[in-house]
């Protein structure tokens, strides 16, 4: 009787639990156990180098995983854990569309457990160098920004993807290139004359691209853009791919500007140049005034980081 109760509770245990459960039995159930040794379960073994009044119970080792997913706090910055792996690679994806990042024989997969396949060679073996480079004491996603857009682009966007335009359009008329400084206050017309200078060949570019003249104006509020310059940056939102949006987002997201992420996007801007447009007015406080150590240097540094990411990332991503 004893033995038939036990059989039943082995049976309904996990068989993939690997903790050893320890549990006490009357003298008589451990002897008639071993004498009559279960032989239609082979998930569990007994162990008899023990006391007769317990009985241990040993799972299987699980099959090791063919694949490896990252945690969700993988798109906050904080460390995950420590470096698993040994060996990098990419291949082909299993279904023969893009590429997949192999660490050692694990497929990578994004924070919803879906495969990461990249689709181009170039952009796998940019994340596969990220990977490569991470130190043994912890994996550091604030130093991988191609896996991060990568997961962006893969999950976020296409569920997402108007409710980002929208969030890109309602920030359109706040664009910094069309906010000016005053021309009229002695403090600010310095700013205001540089501006000229590095800022209006941006909008005359604007112009003949979209055919409207954009509105500038010195209001911290922000203006008010003609219609069919809106409808036509939106349309140019619409027509991307699931890559291009989320490299214009990030771009947008650290320029606070859509149209320097657009002149990026089509080829008007390089990464230096945007970089100067967006630290304007910044750069010329702190030749005036100098620079805050611990400051405007990481700030400079961090913005460097964001542009040149999403802007490598927007080419790798192309076919050629």
């Known amino acids: 009787m004893a033995t038939a109760i036990l059989r039943k509770t082995l049976n309904s245990l996990n068989p993939n639990n690997t903790t050893i459960i320890r549990r006490s039995l009357p003298s008589y159930a451990t002897v008639a156990t071993q004498s009559q040794p279960d032989t239609t379960s082979s998930s569990f073994t007994f162990s008899a180098d023990h006391n007769d009044d317990q009985i241990y119970i040993k799972a299987r080792k699980p099959a ?3 694949s490896v997913t990252m945690p969700m706090s993988f798109m ?3 460390i995950v854990g420590k470096r698993f792996y040994k060996q990098v690679t990419t291949r082909p994806a299993d ?6 990042v192999m660490l050692d024989y694990r497929t990578l997969k994004t924070p919803s457990k879906r495969p990461l396949k990249c689709p181009t060679l170039p952009l796998a073996k940019a994340i596969a160098a990220e990977w490569e480079y991470q130190l043994t004491d912890g994996i550091r996603p604030f130093t991988m920004p191609l896996m991060k857009l990568a997961c962006t682009a893969l999950e976020r966007v296409p569920l997402t993807r108007p409710k980002i335009i929208d969030n890109l359009m309602t920030r359109f008329n706040q664009d910094l290139v069309f906010c000016r400084a005053p021309e009229d206050n002695v403090l600010t017309k310095g700013v205001h004359e540089l501006q000229v200078k590095k800022i209006d060949p941006l909008l005359k570019w604007v112009e003949s691209e979209f055919g409207f003249k ?5 209001s911290i509020f922000g203006g008010k853009q003609e219609d069919g310059l809106v409808k036509a940056v939106e349309n140019v939102l619409k027509k991307t791919n699931d890559n291009e949006l989320a490299a214009i987002d990030a771009l947008a997201s650290a320029s606070h500007s859509l149209v320097i992420s657009i002149a990026m996007f089509r080829g008007r801007l390089q990464i230096p140049e945007a ?7 910044e750069d010329m406080q702190v030749e005036k005034w100098g620079l805050v150590e611990g400051g405007h240097d990481l700030d400079v540094a961090d913005l460097k980081v964001q542009i040149s990411s999403a802007a490598v990332f927007l080419g790798l991503t192309k076919k050629f």
Not at 95 to 100: H, N, Q, V
Not at 214 to 218: M, N
Not at 275 to 281: A, H, K, Q
């Open 64 to 66: 090791p995983s063919t």
């Open 76 to 78: 906050t910055g904080s």
């Open 95 to 100: 279904d023969g569309i893009g590429w997949s």
């Open 214 to 218: 954009p509105v500038v104006y010195s």
């Open 275 to 281: 970089i100067e447009l967006i630290r304007l007015e």
